[in-house]
Each structure stands twice: as C-alpha cells, then as structure tokens.
C-alpha cells in the first residue's frame, strides 16, 4: 500500500469517524471535519501535474485477488489525475457550501457525509484504478451512494423515487459494463487497462469486439445519462442541492465521460464506436437542449442543461477517436481538435454548472421556490448570486470572454472539422453534427436566457415568496465565488491549463498518436479570425435573441407547458410491469405449500440434469468392473430400502420419526463399513440431536392426517418421485464409469500425501476442514449461525399484529 | 412446551453422571481432531447433545443457573474467533486464513504440537454449540 492507495480510500476510512463526530460533536457543524479531506486530497494530487505534464505515468500495485487477475493498481496519467483533481477540488467546495446549505439542528448531518465520503471515494476510484474489476466495484459503490444521497430527505416520496430510478438505471448499466469487462479478459486474458491498450490488436481482431464494445458503452451511457437513459438525472434533482452540484454535475455523470475516454485508445479508430457515441452524444446534446428550455425549476433546467453538455462532450469524444483511425501524429490538429475540445468542456463543465448549481441552492434557500414563474427581480437583492449567476450563464450559453465561449468555439470547430473525414461515410452524413451542434446551441442560449432573466430582472414581488428575502450569508457563497472566478480565470487565461493538465489528459486518451517525447499543440486563443466557428457563434447569439424575444407568442404553445420528458411514461410503465409481473410469478411459485415447492425444485432438476446427461451422452453403465457386494451390505441394503418405502405408509408421527431415525442410522453404518468414522460420528450426532427437537416439537404438532387428494394430482407426484430416484441412480452409476472414462485423477491424493506435511494433522478430513478449506467452514457455520437467527427471530419477534416491525 | 414431571429420579440420575462422560468425551474429541476422529463440529455436537440431555431431564432454570451463558452470543464470539484466527495471519501478511503448526515440550504432556487451526477448530465448536443450543430452546420455550 502506497500513499496513493492510502489517498484513495482515504475517504471511506474518514467515513467510519463521521458517526463519531456527528455524536461527541454535536456543537461544531460534521461538515468541518470532513472538509479537510478533499481540501488535503486536492493539494496532494496537485503535487503530481509536473509528473504527469512531463509525460510520465505512475503505477502503483497491491494484489488483491492475484489469482483471478485482480490487483489493486492504482495509475496516474493526466486523464486520471485530472478527474481527481475536480473530485477533490469541487468536492473542497462543495463540502464547504454544504455546511452552510444544511443546518445542522435539524439534518442527519451523520447521513449525509458518510454517503458524501463514500461518494467521493468510491469516485477517485473508478478513476484511479487500473484494473477493470476494481474498477467496476468502484463503479458501483458511486451508484449506491448517489442513490443513497438522492433519497438523502428519503421521507419525500419523490425523493425515493428519484434514488429508485437512477439506481435502476445506473445499476442496469453497471452490470452490462461487467459483462463487457469479461469479455475483454476472455480476448486479451488480462483486467489491466494498461496490458489491453498494448495488446489492443488481440481486441479489434476479435468476434467479441463489437458485443464488448457495446456492453460497456450501455454502462457509460447510462451513467453519464445519455439519451434514452438521461431520464434518471431530472429526478435526481431531488437530492439536496450541494449533492445535484457535485454528483450530478461535475463528477459521477462524468464516470461514463472518463470511461468512454478512458477505453478509447482500446476501441476507438472503429466506425461503430466512432458513430454510437457521436450519434449518441448529439441526440442527447439536441434532446437535452430541448428539454431544458421547457422547464419551469431552476435546477430541472440545470439538470437537463447537465444532460445537454454531457452529449456535447460524448460527441466530441465521438468524433475525435476518428484520430486513431487515421494514426496521423500530433501536428495535424484536424483530428485532434475534438478530443482537445472535450477535455476543456469537461474542466468548463465543472466551473460554470457547480457554480450555477450552487447558486440556484441559494436562491431556493434563501426565497423559498425555485419556480421561475414565481421568481423574478432579485438583482438588487441578491447582488452577489446576481453576480455568479451571470458569469455562469454566460459563460455556458457561450458567451466571451468567459470559458464556456472558448470550448463551445472548438465544438464547434471539431464539429466543421469532423465533415472533413473522408470515412464513415462522413461525407454523406458529415454535415449533420455542425448543424445539430449549432441547433442545440441555440436552444442552450435561449435557456441560460430564460433563466438568467426569468430571475433577476423584473419587478420584485414579495408576495410570491413565503419568507423574507435577503442574499445568502457569505460563508455559502464563498464556494460559487470560487467557481465563478476559475469561470473567468480559465476564460482569460485558458493556457494556464492548456499544458499542465488538458494536454496530458489529451496524451492519454490518444496515447497511440505521440512519438516519444512529443506533445499535442494546445493553443487555445480567444481570437483566431474569422472562421466558420466564430460565425456560427455570432449566428447563436443572434436567433437566440430573436427566439427569447418571441418567448410571449411560443410560451402558450403546448411544446413549452409538456415539462415531463415522454420517456419517463416507458420507465413508469416498465417498472410497474416488472412489479407485476414479478407479483404474478410469485404468486405461481409462492403458494405455501411444501408440497408445491417440492414439484418446482424436483421436476426443475430432472429437467436440468436430466437433459445435461442426455446432451453430453453421459448415461453409462459399466457392469464389467464393479466390485462384489458382501452379503450383509444386501441386508443393510435392504432394510434402508424397506425403511424408505414404508415412510410413504407411516400414519403415526412417532412412527414415521422412528423410521427416519432408523434411515439416518443405518446411513451412519454405511459411513463406517466404508471407513469414514469422522462422517459417522457426525451423522449419529445430528440423528441424536434431532430426536432431541422432535422430542420437543411434538407437543405443538397435529395428528398426522391422510390426505385425499386427486388421482392425477397422485400420478403427478408418482413420476416426479420415480424420475428424481431413477435420474440419481442413474447419475449415482455413471459417475463410477465416467470417472474411469475420463480419467479424472482422484483429488484425495493430495490430501494423504500433504495433511501431515502442510497442516501437522492425521485427520485428513479435519485437516481439510480446519485448513485446506477452512474458508468453506467458515462460511458454513457463517450460513448455520444465519439459520439460527433466523429461527429466533421467527419465533421470538413474531408478528403480533401491532404496528412493530 | 410441558415439562417432564419432576419424580423422574431414574433419568435425573443417569443424566448427572452421563452428562459429565458425554461432556468430558466432547473434550477429548474436540482435541483429538486433528489426528483421529473428531474436531470441533463434533465436539460441538457432542456438547451440545449433552446440555441438551440436561435439559430434557431437568429444565431450564436449572440449565440456565449451571451454565449462565447467552447462547446466542456463543454464536457470536464462536465466530469472532474463527475469523480472527484468518485475520491474524493477514496481519503477518499472510493470506487469509493461513495456517501454522509447531511442536513444543510442554510439562506433564510432552511433546505436542500446537497449531493455529485449534482456535479456529475452537471457534467452529463455539458455534456449533450456539446454534444447537439456540434453535432448540427457543423452539422449546416458545409459548405460543
């Protein structure tokens, strides 16, 4: 374990305390304990922007499963280090903003940072980890915890709906990526991200490429709430808003972001990856845009506006793999501008909507609604949010000088560039993403338009609002001053990031595309002439007014007052299908009948194993080599024939249990005729303590009563019992032939030959119990101590028709 | 459940001095496990048989007042200890649930060997007791 790996799980290890502090200290808000973390974490991987700038990666390695191909790798490049630097940065701030958002009188404070600690973790994991299935369990925890974070006020009804959705959603996609993880071991026989981008030939030459591809894409579009699957994102929204401002925003919709950039040098250069995420990503991006023009709540326009931006930067990612194909160098910034556009969104991204996230909180906390229609005239009062929230709008509607102005430029230049492509059909279909691009663009702008003046000019009302209104205190604004200034700071000076973080990002997205020692040329510049992207910047700008100006006369149509996206009537529809559909198998299955649960269970294993034998032509019976039977085996044979059969005919209680006893006894005896005296003394044990219960149990049970039941109800069972016994018998020989057959070396070798060696012990059994497979017992008596419980709690915390569960 | 009426002075008996034969057994096959038949499921059943037998002959004050135990806890700390012994070895950096075996002289009984799968043998006992113990009687004092 190195440092890295410490600073990895750091957070969940800070988890563990909040409890702690949260109880003994109760007076200081929980906040200021955890705000030291991310603030600690951010400085540390600040430390590494001169490695990674230099080119250099770093890698660090734990095993953890070694034999499955499951290490603990951590590896910084400048992609990974990037994203942990926005995790701990905006985490920083967002931590601090929560402190003040959330009172701590009457929050469970104790809650809600150990969901936000486990978040951020399992955050700096994903991108952190080399390894794929670490990787994926990271993955998942994000999922759990956001989920967690959006029913945080979980006694809103809406609130648990929005967790229920995006863990569907995300989970769904969660486990599809896994299965693309295995295949991706199947083709290059390794986990490592690293080992498969060198050995990336094994993958693009494989049958599997394209379902791997594919599988793994639905796990990165459902996360980073790519059409169809963005519908989970709006009701996430009903999570505090500290929580919308860095999940939901900067950091875990972005995961699908990083994994699509992550895997590009793997899967990208390949038409379909090349026009699943661009396609993808522009109708997500036009969707979005669409979408969030007709909301009426500040943070459903943000979260929709989210939506838009992640499209935005899945397209350029789209378009920018194409580089990979052509395997061009760095110099010809044709190819690359995209990608370069992607990483500079990203960064912009996270400025302008936290900010703007965390000023809609405030304005919602300190007005009472975020209802654009009851909201208006707050410029005078708010003079400071007024201030952000103006940066922020700007600066996402594409407006200079701000940051959001520079990347939407090279969207737009990597859209133009990408009709250029001389494949993929790019020459029919090229001209599609340079006017959706420049569509969507539009529509953002009539929406930061909207919400920009929707809010703060007009006349102030005051009867809309329940309380009084006054702008927030200023330890909650100190985190969107930050933002807002970074907004303007990246937007002045953006070669400040060009070589120290967007460039080495960009290095290892496009790995392939460097000699050594090369760079990608990142200048980015406010003015470069009059170009086709400037003029469509100008042509935004333009119908954006015009259109917002016309807002009167399209505010009626009934395009504007739908705010619920159609999907959602899918989702809905599905989910109570599933649940019926569910009830309905259950009610088939469940009925509380022994009886019943023993035909599903039996007939389904004559079925399986039945046609498993048949398949593999595996019924065979050797009569030629087996061994002679000793006469008093046939007696003992007999009798346990004899007492099986008469159970069936047994009409007293006390009879039938002395004849299972009789049964389980003279299994013990064929337990030490065959020389197991380990499994006979245990078998005479459980018979012994079982007669104990039944001694116990009698005085509750009924007569036992013979039932009528119907003839072919009778014949039902009499197959299913004459196949189950005749299936085992069957299977009991053959096993005896075809392990002959196949040759199969007897693994009980290895025990006679290592018990004493390895373990020190005679008892090959309880040597194989205690130490070759102690794990096995551990988890049996793991398995018995939950049976336990479960009798107790069966019994002792029944129901007794109070409301008390 | 109805008790066992109280002039069962045949069983009462047999049980005192049984009991102690069974219990002392359970002893020796729970130490005798590693090398012939035994160890620390069929100590656990042994013993558990045993308090069982107790049980039925007397009642459950009595049991309770000869061995003052939580048996559900017992399941608890039997499994503690289990895990504990795997943990250990991960502490020396060895993978879990390894184990180790020596020899030593110790007075008395000479040379034995002591090995980490006792602890881990005793914790598998511990919990075998338990549950025994505890789905039995709670099934018995059930009054419902």
């Given amino acids: ?805 | 459940m109805k008790q066992i009426k109280s002039n069962d002075v045949m069983l009462r008996t047999v049980t005192r001095v049984v009991t102690f034969i069974i219990l002392s057994f359970s002893l020796y096959l729970f130490f005798a496990g590693h090398n012939a038949p035994g160890g620390g499921f069929i100590g656990g059943l042994m013993t558990a048989s045993a308090l069982l037998l107790m049980y039925l002959a007397f009642d459950m004050k009595t049991l309770r007042k000869a061995l003052p135990f939580d048996f559900t806890a017992l399941i608890s700390i039997g499994l503690l200890l289990a895990i504990g012994t795997g943990v250990t070895t991960m502490l020396l950096g060895y993978p879990f649930l390894t184990q180790f075996f020596a020899y030593f002289q110790l007075p008395i009984i000479g040379e034995t060997e002591l090995t980490t799968a006792l602890p881990f043998d005793l914790g598998i006992f511990l919990v075998v007791v338990g549950i025994a113990l505890t789905i039995t009687l709670t099934i018995a004092e059930d009054d419902k």
């Fill in chain 1, 1 to 805: 374990m190195t440092v890295l790996h410490w600073a990895t799980i750091a957070p969940f290890l800070l988890a563990i305390l909040i409890p702690f502090f949260y109880k003994y200290a109760r007076r200081i808000h929980t906040g200021w304990f955890v705000l030291i973390l991310p603030l600690v974490l951010f400085i540390y991987f600040l430390s590494y922007i001169p490695v990674t700038s230099s080119g250099d990666t770093i890698m660090n390695s734990v095993p953890w499963v070694p034999s499955l191909g499951i290490y603990f790798d951590v590896y910084v490049d400048g992609l990974s280090l990037l994203f942990a630097l926005l995790i701990t940065g905006i985490g920083t701030l967002v931590v601090l903003y929560s402190i003040y958002y959330l009172s701590k009188k009457n929050e469970r404070l104790n809650n809600f940072y150990v969901y936000l600690l486990m978040f951020m973790g399992a955050m700096l994991g994903v991108v952190l980890s080399d390894n794929l299935i670490v990787l994926y369990v990271f993955w998942e925890v994000t999922s759990i915890s956001s989920s967690l974070l959006i029913s945080y006020w979980f006694h809103r009804e809406k609130s648990t709906n929005g967790a229920q959705k995006s863990m569907f959603i995300t989970v769904f996609g969660g486990l599809s990526m896994l299965g693309g993880f295995s295949l991706l071991y199947v083709m290059t026989d390794t986990f490592s991200i690293r080992e498969i981008i060198a050995n990336v030939d094994l993958v693009t030459t494989s049958s599997l490429f394209l379902p791997a591809m594919i599988l793994i894409l639905l796990g990165a579009f459902t996360k980073s709430a790519q059409f169809p699957f963005h519908i989970w994102l709006p009701d996430a929204m009903e999570a505090p808003t500290p929580v919308s401002a860095y999940l939901h925003s900067a950091t875990m919709v972005k995961a699908g972001i990083y994994l699509v950039a992550r895997l590009t040098p793997v899967f990208g250069g390949s038409a379909e990856w090349f026009w699943i995420i661009s396609l993808v990503g522009i109708t997500t991006l036009v969707w979005g845009a669409i979408s969030a023009v007709r909301q009426k709540d500040l943070k459903s326009i943000l979260a929709f506006s989210t939506v838009s931006q992640l499209g935005l930067i899945m397209t350029l990612l789209g378009l920018g793999s194409a580089s990979l194909y052509f395997d061009v160098g760095a110099e010809d910034t044709l190819y690359t501008t995209a990608i370069l556009a992607a990483v500079f969104h990203l960064i912009n991204h996270a400025t302008f909507k936290g900010s703007l996230f965390m000023t809609a909180g405030i304005i919602d906390h300190e007005t009472g609604t975020r209802d654009i229609r009851k909201l208006g005239g707050l410029m005078t009062i708010m003079p400071i949010t007024f201030t952000i929230s103006l940066i922020g709008l700007a600066s996402m509607a594409g407006l200079p000088p701000f940051n959001g102005f520079l990347s939407k430029e090279m969207f737009f230049e990597g859209t133009v560039n990408a009709t250029q492509f001389g494949i993929f059909n790019m020459e029919t279909w090229g001209m599609l993403f340079p006017v959706l691009a420049w569509v969507a663009s539009v529509l953002t702008f009539v929406y930061c338009a909207i919400m920009f003046f929707k809010t703060f000019t007009g006349k102030f009302k005051p009867e809309n609002y329940d309380v009084h209104v006054h702008e927030a205190p200023f330890g909650m604004l100190i985190s969107p001053i930050v933002l807002g200034s970074l907004v303007v700071i990246f937007g002045l000076f953006p070669n400040l990031l060009a070589y120290s973080l967007i460039e080495p990002a960009m290095a290892s997205i496009l790995p392939n595309l460097l000699e050594p020692g090369q760079q990608f040329d990142v200048g980015i510049s406010h003015w470069h002439g009059v170009n086709t992207a400037l003029l469509m910047t100008i042509g935004v700008i333009v119908v954006g007014i015009v259109i917002y100006l016309m807002m009167k006369k399209w505010s009626k149509l009934p395009f504007y007052l739908k705010e619920r996206d159609p999907l959602n009537r899918l989702y809905d529809n599905g989910v109570s299908g599933l649940i019926s559909g569910s009830q309905a198998v259950t009610r088939a299955q469940m009925t509380g009948s022994l009886r019943d649960y023993f035909v599903y269970m039996c007939g389904f294993s004559i079925l399986l194993l039945g046609y498993t034998m048949y398949r593999y032509d595996a019924f065979a019976i050797d009569t030629a080599s087996t061994s002679s039977i000793s006469p008093f085996m046939w007696i003992v044979a007999l009798v346990f024939i004899g007492a099986t059969i008469s159970i069936a005919f047994v009409n007293h209680r006390i009879t039938a249990v002395i004849v299972i006893g009789i049964i389980g006894f003279l299994l013990a005896l064929l337990f030490v005729i065959f020389r197991a005296p380990d499994l006979a003394l245990t078998q005479l044990l459980v018979e012994t303590v079982t007669v104990v219960l039944f001694m116990l149990v009698f005085y509750h049970l009924p007569d036992l009563q013979r039932r009528t039941a119907k003839l072919r109800f009778n014949i039902l069972n009499l197959i299913i019992s004459l196949g189950v016994g005749s299936l085992f018998t069957a299977i009991a020989v053959s096993s005896f032939a075809l392990g002959q057959d196949a040759n199969f070396e007897s693994i009980s070798e290895f025990f006679i030959e290592n018990s004493k060696e390895l373990a020190g012990g005679y008892n090959m059994v309880n040597v194989i119990l205690v130490d070759f497979r102690g794990l096995d017992t551990l988890l049996e008596v793991l398995v018995l101590g939950i049976a336990a419980l479960g009798v107790v709690t069966l019994i002792k915390l029944r129901f007794t028709g109070r409301e008390d569960v």
